[in-house]
């Protein structure tokens, strides 16, 4: 509990303006969220009632869970009108030192941001709304389990968290991501992590493709092209014939995803260029133009 007091200072704010409440007897015994949010910010605004009903869920089955709302908002009125929306406690927005020093210590270089910890102060994931997303998440509480967070940094290419995630689990390097996980590819903006993903489909602007379980870190980010985070995942061990659902390897997800200067990479690390893959050359040329990738993988087979 002196963790979160010296993270958060002495005093919280109530919602609905009612004033404060000690940090210490606010926050005794509790998972606690904090939620980087601010008013401006639409995705936050899209979220944040969302969160409300998973707090208010997990409140009414007895989960001793609470959130703080750590503010980005750009002056104090705008503060306070979003967090009269928020049924939870708020750092206090004159503590503009604490909301830096938590941004930092917590590497939020985004919002709308949900990091979990447990009552101690001690990091549970910094990739809380993946754990709220879960359709398990009132089972699965209070995630500490949950390595959602762990594939996240591996598709968005996070390179320290990624060496985080594998100092608190070594074994997270060749663990399966969880079932409610996926990945897909949509055209025009990459790839992303999903819940309960759409059917895949080939229209403009919808998903391409999704990540068929099991798959791996390595997957995912060879995918991505993310050199830096492969580097670090075949240093602890990766497995690089690793197959997903389809039996597909990471270096098929580089060749599919035209991610040429991964391929060299994984081929260098000695993975097989001969891999059988299970979609076809139509396939392969929707997303990287002209087949190009299939092509070049084609010359390292002798």
Not at 92 to 117: E, M
Request: hydrophobic share 35%; net charge negative; glycine share 8%.
């Amino acid at each position: 509990m002196n963790n979160l007091v010296a993270l958060l200072g002495d005093t919280l704010l109530q919602p609905g303006g009612d004033g404060t409440v000690s940090t210490s007897e606010a926050l005794k015994s509790k998972t606690v969220g904090l939620y980087f949010s601010a008013h401006w910010c639409p995705p936050c605004r899209r979220f944040t009632p969302q969160l409300a009903k998973k707090y208010k869920a997990l409140k009414e089955a007895g989960k001793d869970f609470e959130i703080v709302f750590v503010s980005s908002d750009r002056d104090e009125d705008a503060f306070d009108k979003y967090h009269s929306e928020m049924p939870w406690l708020a750092l206090p927005f004159q503590s503009r030192d604490k909301k830096s020093a938590l941004s930092a210590r917590y590497n939020v270089s985004g919002i709308p941001t949900l990091v979990v910890l447990d009552s101690s102060g001690e990091t549970i994931t910094e990739d809380g709304r993946m754990a709220v997303s879960s359709k398990s998440y009132i089972e699965e509480f209070p995630w500490i389990s949950s390595s959602s967070g762990f594939f996240d940094s591996c598709l968005s290419g996070d390179a320290s968290k990624v060496k985080r995630w594998l100092e608190k689990d070594p074994n997270y390097v060749n663990r399966e991501a969880p079932q409610d996980w996926h990945a897909c590819h949509v055209l025009g903006e990459g790839w992303q992590p999903v819940v309960n993903p759409p059917r895949p489909t080939n229209a403009a602007g919808t998903v391409h493709l999704v990540a068929n379980h099991p798959a791996y870190g390595l997957h995912v980010a060879a995918a991505n092209g993310h050199t830096d985070v492969v580097r670090i995942l075949l240093d602890a061990g990766a497995e690089l014939e690793a197959k997903d659902g389809d039996g597909d390897t990471p270096l098929a997800w580089a060749t599919y995803c035209g991610r040429r200067e991964m391929m060299d990479l994984l081929l260098t690390a000695g993975a097989s260029p001969a891999f059988s893959h299970s979609i076809s050359r139509k396939q392969y040329e929707g997303i990287n133009g002209d087949g190009a990738s299939l092509e070049y993988l084609k010359q390292k087979v002798v």
